[in-house]
């Protein structure tokens, strides 16, 4: 293959739609924003902890996002590279099931502590997949129909989720005995991510640049700190994610808030999952077009607004009924923010590393991320849930005024900004 044509690209795009319901529907057995936080909770974990996974999950993909980055650029076969990475977390999610399917450790009062180790293994696994994953499908894709590819992509992880969130409901439901249920669903989740990643087999990528001489991790080094210092657009970006980052204990904080408030069976995180899921499968879709058109800053004002709707509805929530529309937010902002976070990294790298973008992104974020989970869990012990939604809040808005204000879309002419050693500001 000398060219890669959109036929190539629509190809992959077929397969992608199938690898991400697969992803989509196994997912659906371990969400950060019900079945992790609930699942712990049951488990006798303290509250704090349930309550901070969401946020220690951004800290855990972030620890090796910069060492993946430095020592993958050298990368040949990109194609082999990402299906080997995603063995790690097959592993992960294998030994997850087999323990609390077959081994029950239910019997084990330490048992939150096996449970709560195994997703900090998933959640780093996941850190070293998403640079790798990153870079493939930008060897995958066309710039220019990119919006449309994670848009429908993440569209249809939101159909297999919900198709997920039926099959969670029935299982939590059913008589299997506590934690039997969430094991078999760990089950699921493994083997719906062996099939999807089994299907990147099937991808063309773009024929390799011409051979260049392996980059040292001190060229690494220098590079990344060019990009620090000089790409002041990506500064100001960094720093709207940095209060949006207050979204991450939300995540975990609304399903246990709202089970103290209304006393919800646990069951109920298959019906948050479905309506989740519809909601982040139409906002993907519509975010993935608008970004296209409009750039892709539109599209993260989305997910911003989404998440701090959430807030707003958590803080008056009367009833059940509020409570699934705290879900459908979370969901709408989760689906806007994926096609959204990716192009722009795509779009703010250029022809640069997009591995070395997202993991500074990631990195920059973590210490951040860490400070929010300590302040609201401190809240949350002292059972300040008030406080610690008008924190979120306040910082959401913050985030989403320096993105609409600050922040200069990546995606607009070069010669609507100035440029300081090659790069925009």
């Known amino acids: 293959m ?28 371990h969400t950060l924003y019900a079945v992790v936080p609930l699942f712990l909770r049951e488990l006798g974990a303290p509250e704090s902890i ?8 951004s800290i855990l993909i972030a620890l090796p996002a910069l060492l993946i980055a430095a020592r993958g650029r050298n990368i040949r076969n990109i194609k082999r590279a990402v299906i080997l990475v995603h063995m790690i977390i097959l592993m992960v999610a294998f030994f997850m099931g087999f323990n609390f399917s077959i081994l029950d450790p239910a019997q084990v009062q330490t048992a939150w502590k096996v449970y709560f ?42 159909v297999g989720s919900f198709v997920g969130g039926f099959a969670l409901k029935y299982l939590l439901a059913s008589d299997l005995p506590f934690p039997r249920n969430f094991g078999i669903g760990f089950f699921i989740l493994f083997l719906s ?33 060019s990009i620090i210092v000089g790409h002041k657009n990506f500064q100001k970006y960094i720093l709207s994610r940095i209060f949006f980052a207050a979204y991450l ?38 975010v993935g077009k608008l970004g296209d058109k409009m750039g892709h800053k539109a599209g993260m004002m989305v997910a911003y607004s989404a998440h701090f709707t959430a807030v707003l509805l958590a803080i008056f929530a009367q009833n059940m ?39 500074l992104v990631d990195s920059f974020l973590a210490p951040f ?13 002292i059972g300040d849930y008030t406080t ?38």
């Open 388 to 425: 610690s939604l008008y924190i979120l809040g306040t910082s959401l808005i913050i985030g989403m005024l320096i993105l609409q204000f600050i922040v200069r879309d990546p995606k607009l002419p070069a010669e609507t900004a100035f440029h300081v050693n090659g790069f925009s500001s």
């Open 369 to 381: 991320v860490l400070i929010f989970i300590v302040g609201i869990g401190s809240l949350i012990r």
């Open 249 to 286: 204990p939300g995540i975990g904080l609304y399903a246990v808030y709202c089970q103290d408030k209304f006393n919800f069976a646990v069951s109920e995180a298959g019906v948050f999952t479905i309506l989740n899921v519809i909601a982040s499968g139409f906002a993907s879709y519509f």
């Open 2 to 29: 000398t060219e890669f044509t959109l036929r190539d690209h629509n190809h992959n795009l077929k397969y992608n739609l199938f690898h991400e319901f697969c992803w989509g529907f196994g997912i659906a057995f």
């Open 117 to 158: 180790a195994y997703f900090l293994l998933y959640a780093f696994s996941i850190g070293i997949i998403v640079p790798i994953w990153a870079d493939f499908l930008n060897q995958s894709t066309l710039k220019s129909e990119r919006g449309k590819f994670f848009g429908l992509g993440f569209a249809f992880n939101s």
């Open 50 to 57: 349930a309550v901070s996974t969401a946020g220690l999950f």
């Open 193 to 225: 991510l062996t099939i999807g990643t089994i299907l990147f087999l099937f991808f063309r990528v773009k024929p390799p640049k011409k051979e260049q001489n392996n980059k040292t991790v001190k060229d690494f080094i220098i590079e990344t700190k």
């Open 321 to 359: 009924l509020w409570v699934y529309a705290i879900f459908m937010a979370i969901g709408a902002g989760q689906g806007a923010f994926m096609p959204s976070a990716m192009n722009l990294v795509y779009d703010f790298a250029e022809d640069r590393d997009t591995k070395t973008y997202m993991a």
